[in-house]
T-cell receptor, first 111, second 114 residues
Framework: SQQGEEDPQALSIQEGENATMNCSYK?????LQWYRQNSGRGLVHLIL?????REKHSGRLRVTLDTSKKSSSLLITASRAADTASYFC???????????FGKGTMLLVSP | NAGVTQTPKFQVLKTGQSMTLQCAQD?????MSWYRQDPGMGLRLIHYSVGAGITDQGEVPNGYNVSRSTTEDFPLRLLSAAPSQTSVYFC?????????????FGPGTRLLVL
């Protein structure tokens, strides 16, 4: 099945640094979504970007989408220890109800 | 609003036992879904529903049944538990049935099958 693939699998940075995660997918999409999961918890939605959008901001989050390359990136600026979590991208294909999740990027932000 | 609730939080089963994982949402969302999360595998869709009385299979439906008699509830039944079903199960819901909206997740049920 079509699936987003995040890169890198794991990322370790210091507080104050920026964190960038990438997501690649295989087929045409309606939209792409990013979620965060703290250890042992459910996923929390962060941001949705539609196929006709190229960039979106929400607080310290910046998401870009390049449909020609079938890829997206999530940038977290000025990272904090509280940003430590796993981050997942999910794609919604045109004409389909379901989301397909990638395997996630584990982000560790050290104080 | 309570959002999406799941019960139980933890469960241990023996091989061959059956059980039902409960999921409820109070946001009047039409779309509901069940995922399982295994280490290194991300989330995989088990079953989903686009409204009361309508269910469909996801990527990994074998060994699981669902029903949707009301908008609020979407229980997941394990018919005869197997060790391969040891996982963390998440229920989710969203307003849109077309894939156009963000999903709201429950806290998960951790299941161990011995």
């Amino acid at each position: 099945s079509q699936q987003g693939e995040e890169d890198p699998q794991a990322l370790s940075i210091q507080e104050g640094e920026n964190a960038t995660m990438n997501c690649s997918y295989k087929t045409s999409i309606n939209n792409l979504q990013w979620y965060r999961q703290n250890s042992g918890r459910g996923l929390v939605h962060l941001i949705l970007i539609r196929s006709n959008e190229r960039e979106k901001h929400s607080g310290r989050l910046r998401v870009t989408l390049d449909t020609s390359k079938k890829s997206s990136s999530l940038l977290i600026t000025a990272s904090r220890a509280a940003d430590t979590a796993s981050y997942f991208c999910a794609t919604a294909r045109s004409g389909y109800s379901t989301l397909t999740f990638g395997k996630g990027t584990m982000l560790l932000v050290s104080p | 609003n309570a959002g999406v609730t799941q019960t139980p939080k933890f469960q241990v089963l023996k091989t061959g036992q059956s059980m039902t994982l409960q999921c409820a949402q109070d946001m009047n969302h039409e779309y509901m879904s069940w995922y399982r999360q295994d280490p290194g595998m991300g989330l995989r869709l088990i079953h989903y529903s686009v409204g009361a009385g309508i269910t469909d299979q996801g990527e990994v439906p074998n060994g699981y049944n669902v029903s949707r008699s009301t908008t609020e509830d979407f229980p997941l039944r394990l018919l005869s538990a197997a060790p391969s079903q040891t996982s963390v199960y998440f229920c989710a819901s969203r307003r849109s049935t077309s894939g156009g909206g963000l999903e709201y997740f429950g806290p998960g049920t951790r299941l161990l099958v011995l």
